[in-house]
């Protein structure tokens, strides 16, 4: 069966550690911050200009000047901090977020990340995720392990356009954690009810297994 | 006298603006975008625009509404999604647009406002962006050389303002307001609360009035929410 | 709990600053000068620091206090003057120093906080300055290509700061207070007033705690003025 | 005679055009704020993170932390607006200042411009004048029109390390007003009591005497 969305984005919460500073990117990745770990304290980044993203407003609270990267109504938390989009980009670009969870249609075994333009459709633009994935130090793609007809998204090379070389960390699909290795893709761990066959049936780019390959622990 | 920019309106403000100009117009999404300056640029009908805006708004608010009346002839944008009419002009070929990321976007702003020519930056490394421009090698890690940009006009919205043109935002909405103000050789300003010098903290200050040439309080702000989200 | 940056007090925020360090300090002459954390630095006796700071305090004073000890092997500046034994140390030859422009100083520290590695500007070009440095030409005009600073350490002064490193300057404190505190690799911010997180106004906050890594209130704070000057 | 320093500076208010955003430097060009024609408004740049510098402090008011480029204690006017050393530079490197007024050891006829070292003697560092003539749009230099030991100062060529080119657009001295032209200096104006001769007698570089040299109305 695999994981579903809420899983995908448990399993990654527990890549955040105390003190983090973090960019979740839309979709699934937005998801994460229901599921920050007891104990830790992380700040969210909202790269239109916020750190210490908190939660949507109560109906009837919401600000049309406070929102977030997906468009969305927000809150600020104490200790959240306004800047402008040139300096979002900036402690982007710096280093200083130390870890970015981003979605992507394709993934390579060598790290490269395409999640931007499908030829053919309507293309939307790149946003900041080309900024994003060249910058930061640490990125996690949460996303399907197939597309919609089946096929793997976890490929020997992207075949879409590319958002950005060499920057994926590790994968979180629905089948498992995949670890971007100079050997390609390492499952760490695969989901319950997912055997290895599947795995392997369903990732088109050069897959290991880990040795102490693990079940997920997802709630 | 000469450092009060004021101007009477939003038609004033924007008086000089041409057929053909280049334009940067500030916001994101729909969150601070110059709601009065827009709707003048769509009474006064200049066409064959260039706007340099990080997402081109919705079918009927924001640039969208510049969209419907096919002033616009090129769109320079992060994002631009959200926008039926934008898509069949862009399909048709009766609208070009320029992708660029948005960090790129923000920082061609900003030196511009500081004087800087041009940058280097990762973001776009590998990618179509990198087509057809210089790169350079830091470090053992690549980079692309992005030009500042060169607009004759940048057209802001903030929050606060004073009649030296001295700005202050409030929260999310300062995003590409504040680096296009200062990247404008004509940078226009529409505040919610227009005050005399003098009632702005000096230190509260994000863009100081020698960036700004026309503020002008707006009017009827509607500050439409684009995704209205809330806790359940 | 790890967005907590307090530290306790000088000694404890510098505590690993080793003989050899590179580290950049706030201030405009005297003018906000991470005061606390020189006088820990003396106390500590590190040796054969390379020192970024716009100037070099006064003999007695700031910077002096580390050059009266002989801890500085090499300053980085953009004016060393008021300052007797800096004098002497330069002749001798036991200080090196390396003069750059002050925008060109200001410019490195925030290009390194901003993640661009070079820069290009006019300032210098057809001077000494220039000895050794790329150019390039834009539209006519000859610039020199300018690194980002790569510093270890940033040493800073605020007005008010909160447990999560966030900082407001005051007044002409702002300074290079600010660039240097978003260079820093490590970034010590020493503060007059700290408060808890929820005090201050995130729209008025100057460089984001993002960019701090270790916050501490000083204490006892001279403050001292270079060139007194009233009114008639 | 020729003029004297406050004389000097006097002259060059005369430059002041409403709206201007002025930075004055060290030494004559400081007065240069003492005769702000009536009925114009100007702001004072202060290098160190200042717009709208107002006068010294009342006696017991000064504030450390509100300081000049000179360090001296001074005051804010309604209208002011603090900043930080990188954004002072990036206006002023941008040409939004539309005046620099500064000294100078010597000018070139074509406009260089040697104001930052003397060899053998301690070299205090150019501050921010190599970014301030390197960018300044219009760059006035308030300076003697000779040396202590009457050498002029408006030469050829600059014999001391050079701290821009081509960047000096007039020189006002206590014996007139030059304007850099290509054919070198152009006298407009002498001051009152200093012959032509004297003029040429004292200035290096190539000199022409305009047509309509007029005599220079100080105070």
Same mark, same amino acid.
């Given at each position: 069966m695999g994981l579903n969305k809420n899983q995908i984005a448990q399993r990654i919460a527990k890549e955040l550690q105390d003190g983090f500073y973090v960019n979740l990117g839309i979709g699934i990745p937005t998801l994460v911050a229901n599921y920050i770990p007891h104990g830790i304290e992380v700040v969210l980044q909202s790269e239109n200009g916020l750190l210490g993203m908190g939660p949507f407003p109560i109906a009837g609270h919401e600000d049309a000047d406070l929102i977030n990267a997906g468009k969305q109504t927000i809150t600020t938390l104490p200790g959240s901090a306004f800047f402008d989009s040139a300096m979002s980009f900036g402690m982007i670009r710096a280093g200083k977020v130390h870890l970015t969870v981003l979605g992507a249609m394709e993934v390579a075994e060598n790290g490269d990340i395409a999640n931007w333009k499908v030829p053919g459709k309507m293309v939307k633009g790149m946003g900041g995720a080309m900024d994003l994935v060249a910058s930061a130090k640490n990125i996690i793609v949460a996303m399907?392990?197939?597309?919609?007809? $089946?096929?793997?998204? %976890?490929? =020997?090379?992207?075949? %879409? =356009?590319?958002? $950005?070389?060499?920057?994926?960390k590790k994968v979180v699909t629905d089948l498992g954690v995949f670890e971007i290795t100079k050997d390609g893709f390492l499952c760490t761990e695969h989901a319950p009810d997912v055997t290895i066959e599947e795995i392997k049936a369903k990732t088109a780019g050069k897959l290991t297994i880990a040795a102490d390959c693990k079940i997920m622990e997802v709630a | 006298m000469g450092l009060n920019k004021c101007v009477k309106n939003a038609e004033e403000a924007i008086h000089d603006i041409q057929d053909g100009a280049t334009i940067m117009l500030g916001g994101f999404g729909l969150c601070g975008i110059p709601e009065n300056s827009i709707t003048a640029l769509v009474a006064k009908g200049v066409k064959n625009l260039t706007c340099i805006s990080n997402n081109a708004g919705v079918d009927d608010f924001g640039i969208g509404l510049m969209l419907q009346t096919k002033q616009v002839k090129k769109m320079i944008s992060s994002y631009v999604g959200e926008n039926a009419e934008f898509e069949r002009q862009l399909l048709s070929g009766e609208l070009e647009v320029e992708l660029i990321p948005q960090g790129t976007l923000a920082t061609r702003c900003l030196m511009a406002g500081y004087g800087i020519p041009f940058f280097p930056t990762p973001a776009g490394v590998g990618t179509e962006v990198a087509d057809g421009k210089d790169t350079v090698v830091r470090n053992g890690k690549t980079y692309l050389i992005e030009d500042a940009f060169d607009a004759e006009f940048a057209i802001v919205k903030a929050w606060k303002g004073d009649t030296y043109g001295n700005l202050i935002f409030k929260d999310t909405a300062r995003n590409f307001n504040a680096p296009m103000a200062m990247a404008g050789k004509t940078t226009i300003a529409e505040v919610e609360h227009l005050v005399n010098i003098g009632e702005l903290n000096p230190n509260e200050i994000h863009v100081p009035g020698i960036y700004v040439h026309r503020i002008f309080e707006g009017s009827?702000?509607?500050?439409?929410?684009?995704q209205l989200t809330v806790r359940n």
């Open positions: 399907q392990h197939t597309d919609k007809a $089946g096929n793997s998204k %976890l490929l =020997p090379a992207c075949h %879409l =356009p590319i958002t $950005g070389l060499h920057c994926v | 009827n702000y509607e500050k439409r929410i684009e």
